[in-house]
């Protein structure tokens, strides 16, 4: 049975956000982890290269695979903020419609940047999909 590539690492979050080189996204990336670390109680980790964290879980299929992954986390990538909601972001639908510009994955919210999004709707995002994922995963 094959491991997770992203696992939890011991680098520092703060050095990861200094070295993004787009200004904008260094920003919003900066007001992401102050959102996520208030409304999880969790202090950020990096998960791989490119991962922020927040909490962690344990998961087993019905097949037999297991591992452990962050409840929440978000990724400032080159395109756009990739922001992790584990429960599936459509879970939330009454949010989103009230959320801004964005466009959804399986586990993902993708939002070009933070302006076009309304930050309190997020916040609320958030915290609902954590209360889910540790009502859920305990």
Known sequence: MSENKTRKTDAS????????????RRSDAEVLLELFQSETGEAPR???DSIVGFG????????GREGDWFLTGFSPRKQ???LY???GADRFQAELNKL???????SCLYINQLRDVNL?????LISKAVHYM?????
């Open 80 to 82: 756009n903020l990739s």
């Open 46 to 48: 990096m998960w791989g």
């Open 56 to 63: 962690n879980y344990h998961y087993r299929y019905d097949s």
């Open 100 to 106: 801004g510009k964005h466009k959804l994955g399986k």
């Open 13 to 24: 979050v703060m050095d990861f956000i200094v070295t993004i080189a787009n200004p904008q």
């Open 134 to 138: 540790r009502e859920k995963h305990g």
């Open 85 to 87: 909601i584990m429960p």
């Open 120 to 124: 309190d709707v997020l916040r609320t």
